[in-house]
């Protein structure tokens, strides 16, 4: 039983890491908000609503996320420290490549959005109902997602430096998202192996 309990307690830690490394993927690729000028009344008006709503995004990501971090374990379990990744992930988490040939674009998008899909809905399902069969689905579309994000970095990277650039924000974006994604299947791989059933 004390194994168990173990298991699950590494869970925890997985899909709070992952959840920290998300928000800080989306703080990377959407940046910090800034009050934006304009040519005139309107266009200002505008760049402040947007940097409003900029803040209260942030906000309400870091918020969520800090609830699940120091909730007490008696009211969030492991299962449930899934959800602040999966809620950024679900807004925040999709990556695109684009490689000079437009079907294998449209292949690998194709692939890669069908395991977006998977991870969501069985995510969000595998919470409520915690169904060990979506759990195992989520985390294998997890790793099949992680590796499409690996991939296509390599990819993007071989021809960055084909053209002599190099995005240093990039990379530690891409990462996070990589590793995030790569903490989510352990905890639910490990979740669905588990035995105890309980959080």
Same mark, same amino acid.
């Given at each position: 039983?004390?194994?168990?309990?173990?298991?699950?307690?590494?869970?925890?830690?997985?899909?709070?890491?992952?959840?920290?490394?998300?928000?800080?993927?989306?703080?990377?690729?959407?940046?910090?908000?800034?009050?934006?000028?304009?040519?005139?009344?309107?266009?200002? *008006?505008? &760049?402040? $609503?947007?940097?409003? =709503?900029?803040? +209260?995004?942030? /906000?309400? %990501?870091?918020?969520? !996320?800090?609830?699940?971090?120091?909730?007490?374990?008696?009211?969030?379990?492991?299962?449930?420290?899934?959800?602040?990744?999966?809620?950024?992930?679900?807004?925040?988490?999709?990556?695109?490549?684009?490689?000079?040939?437009?079907?294998?674009?449209?292949?690998?998008?194709?692939?890669?959005?069908?395991?977006?899909?998977?991870?969501?809905?069985?995510?969000?399902?595998?919470?409520?109902?915690?169904?060990? *069969?979506? &759990?195992? $689905?989520?985390?294998? =579309?997890?790793? +099949?997602?992680? /590796?499409? %994000?690996?991939?296509? !970095?390599?990819?993007?990277?071989?021809?960055?430096?084909?053209?002599?650039?190099?995005?240093?924000?990039?990379?530690?974006?891409?990462?996070?998202?990589?590793?995030?994604?790569?903490?989510?299947?352990?905890?639910?791989?490990?979740?669905?192996?588990?035995?105890?059933?309980?959080?």
């Amino acid at each position: 039983m004390a194994s168990s309990n173990k298991k699950i307690s590494w869970v925890h830690i997985f899909f709070l890491i992952a959840g920290l490394l998300l928000v800080i993927y989306y703080l990377l690729t959407e940046g910090v908000p800034s009050v934006s000028g304009g040519k005139n009344f309107f266009e200002s *008006v505008a &760049g402040v $609503i947007e940097f409003v =709503a900029a803040i +209260v995004i942030i /906000i309400i %990501v870091i918020g969520f !996320y800090c609830y699940y971090l120091f909730s007490p374990d008696a009211s969030v379990g492991a299962t449930k420290a899934l959800a602040p990744a999966l809620l950024v992930f679900t807004l925040f988490g999709t990556y695109s490549m684009e490689l000079g040939n437009d079907t294998a674009n449209r292949i690998i998008t194709s692939l890669a959005d069908v395991c977006f899909t998977l991870i969501v809905l069985c995510g969000f399902t595998f919470i409520f109902l915690r169904k060990k *069969v979506l &759990g195992t $689905i989520f985390a294998w =579309a997890c790793l +099949v997602y992680a /590796i499409f %994000v690996g991939v296509s !970095y390599l990819a993007l990277m071989i021809m960055a430096a084909i053209d002599g650039s190099f995005d240093v924000k990039f990379l530690f974006s891409t990462m996070c998202l990589f590793f995030a994604l790569g903490l989510m299947f352990a905890g639910g791989y490990r979740i669905c192996r588990s035995k105890a059933w309980t959080d």
